[in-house]
């Protein structure tokens, strides 16, 4: 389950050479909400058949392909994505991880990021005074 939602698409980060692990009906993305990323940092997984065999497994041994999950080499996507490019059907930018992650999710659910989004996107903020709590916290422990 994914928590917290990009400002981009999945296929504006899904680079063209994954799409022969991956294979993908791209057209299943025309609805721009349906199409939206989730983040990869935070998420949860309860461990039935399903999530294993159709998404840890693979994402797994696409992790252990160098071509598979670093087809390209890295760049801070923030000045590639614009405002005008942020839904592309095309790449701009690959996300790694989060990528391959968005993509198995996605067709394993029929592409409808309402089986494994939770809505729940503030419970995670850590703003400045927080952090500054939580530093003061780990020195008097």
Known sequence: MLH??????????????????????KERYANRTNSRQYDAA???????????NDILKLA??????KHCIQ??????????????NISSKKH???RFDQ?????????????????YDSEIYNFAYLGKREKENIEKLKISC
């Open 4 to 25: 917290d939602p990009t400002f981009h698409g999945v296929l504006t980060t899904y680079h063209k050479n994954t799409y022969k692990y991956f294979p993908t009906d």
């Open 42 to 52: 935070f998420f949860l997984m309860v461990k039935t058949e399903d999530a294993v």
């Open 60 to 65: 797994v041994l696409c992790a252990l392909d």
């Open 71 to 84: 087809p390209v080499n890295w760049y801070n996507c923030f000045s590639h994505l614009k405002r005008t």
């Open 92 to 94: 701009i930018c690959y």
């Open 99 to 115: 990528s391959i992650l968005s993509i198995l999710l996605h067709n394993a659910n029929n592409y409808d990021i309402r089986n």
